[in-house]
């Protein structure tokens, strides 16, 4: 089908008149279109232009990835308008994100295939890299989540249990998005608060 939008979508120049002479005389000195070119035509001859009818073909094959685009559910192209449920909207979150999580999986995967190969031309053992060393990532947080008291309940719930650090408590609610650390990185938060030496400032 692409195939065909572009070749069909593609003028075609044409000369009328034309004998065995003049096209092998064409032939051998080839034949220039534009407009600052003197273009020779033969006697009684006429020039032309030969086109499918303006953008038509063309409109229609975006037409369709247009279509095809909102079919695969990327919601960035096109918002719903109409009322939805708070489990409907919960839904169509979790599909639209699990189109759009493929997608920028594959471009993370990618980008950082052609970085590796990249680095072969200027270092000597590309290999040494580890895949933490050359990693290209696309955020995947589509949608914020925004702050839920109950979450924060539960966070300083299991704080003062000993489960979970305050820090972590805390930064919940000053940014309303779940702290992004390592559970080694977690413990030593919770070390550090049970010797009353953990700092709070992030420096």
Same mark, same amino acid.
């Given at each position: 089908f692409q195939e065909s939008v572009y070749y069909m979508g593609q003028p075609q120049y044409y000369v009328t008149g034309v004998?065995?002479?003049?096209f092998q005389e064409s032939r051998k000195n080839g034949v220039y279109v534009g407009s600052k070119? @003197?273009?020779? %035509?033969?006697?009684d001859g006429s020039f032309g232009v030969a086109q499918v009818e303006p953008n038509t073909l063309s409109r229609e094959a975006m037409k369709d990835k247009w279509q095809q685009m909102k079919e695969m559910g990327a919601r960035l192209v096109e918002n719903g308008s109409a009322s939805k449920t708070a489990t409907e909207a919960k839904n169509d979150d979790a599909v639209q994100h699990s189109v759009l999580s493929?997608?920028?999986?594959?471009?993370?995967?990618?980008?950082?295939?052609?970085?590796r190969w990249c680095a072969k031309f200027v270092m000597p053992d590309v290999n040494v890299l580890t895949k933490d060393?050359? @990693?290209?990532? %696309?955020?995947?947080?589509?949608?914020?989540?925004g702050y839920l008291a109950?979450?924060?309940?539960?966070?300083?719930?299991?704080?003062v249990q000993g489960h979970s650090?305050?820090?972590?408590?805390w930064e919940y609610n000053q940014s309303g998005m779940f702290p992004k650390q390592s559970y080694d990185d977690e413990q030593k938060n919770l070390d550090a608060e049970r010797e009353g030496k953990l700092?709070?400032?992030?420096e």
């Open positions: 004998d065995w002479n003049w070119t @003197l273009m020779p %035509i033969p006697k493929l997608c920028t999986v594959n471009i993370n995967e990618a980008i950082s295939m052609a970085l060393d050359l @990693l290209y990532e %696309i955020s995947q947080e589509f949608n914020k989540q109950d979450l924060s309940r539960q966070l300083f719930e299991s704080a650090s305050f820090k972590s408590w700092d709070l400032t992030g």
